[in-house]
């Protein structure tokens, strides 16, 4: 079965660049979730879209910014990089409602941005 | 904000054993999910449980949805090698974003 894919797997940038992260759900997924992991952490939850549609935000910098296109695939944008930037990224997709209840959400492989 | 308590916070094994961890909350989730993280991979989801009082298996995996909808646990049983990782509860109200738990790395010692 097709998962989330994510692109790039890894990224490596220096203090003040930008980065974009890639996420393409599963097919027919209509929700997609960004969430920061630190080392040794648990998944933080960044923002989730909707139908294209901006649905949830969590602690997600001002500095960061997302969108998702008309084909569902979402793009998380990063300015100004701090060094505390330096995490694996997931992206999460979902059907927002399965037989009345929300859908189960399926991570990507992530990918691990380093900030020098 | 909201705080999932998992514990314990990492469990040392030998292959064959039994393992159970658990999840506790200071507010009522609506759904609770388990997940399992290899090192430097995403999330992979094990169980997902919708009612309060659910009891669900998935192989060697049973998880429950406890009665207040406050806690969860996860079993395994017969450990085996590839069961190694760091195990993650996560609740969920409504739908949208998912709330993890602190985890539980599972370590089995040959």
């Known amino acids: 079965a097709a998962g989330v894919i994510q692109s790039p797997r890894h990224l490596i940038k220096e203090k003040r660049e930008t980065a974009t992260l890639k996420c393409y759900p599963i097919?027919?997924?209509?929700?997609v979730y960004w969430y920061q992991q630190g080392p040794g952490q648990d998944p933080q939850f960044l923002i989730s879209f909707y139908e294209k549609m901006q649905s949830d935000k969590g602690s997600i910098p001002d500095r960061f910014s997302a969108q998702q296109f008309s084909d569902y695939h979402s793009e998380l944008n990063m300015s100004s990089l701090e060094l505390g930037d330096s995490a694996l990224y997931f992206c999460a997709s979902s059907l927002r409602w399965v037989a009345g209840g929300p859908g189960e959400q399926y991570f990507g492989p992530g990918t691990r941005l380093t900030v020098t | 904000g909201q705080q999932l308590n998992q514990s314990p916070q990492s469990m040392f094994i030998q292959e064959g054993e039994d393992v159970s961890m658990n999840c506790t909350s200071s507010?009522?989730?609506?759904?609770w999910l388990w997940y399992k993280q290899d090192p430097g991979e995403g999330p992979v989801l094990l169980i997902a449980l919708y009612k309060a009082g659910e009891l669900t298996s998935n192989g060697r995996l049973t998880a429950q949805f406890g009665i207040t909808r406050k806690d969860s646990f996860l079993n395994i049983s017969a450990s085996i090698p590839s069961d190694v990782g760091i195990y993650f509860c996560?609740?969920?109200?409504?739908?949208?974003?998912?709330?993890f738990g602190t985890g539980t790395r599972l370590t089995i010692i040959p």
């Open positions: 507010s009522i989730f609506n759904t």
């Open positions: 996560a609740g969920l109200i409504g739908n949208e974003k998912l709330t």
């Open positions: 097919p027919r997924h209509d929700t």
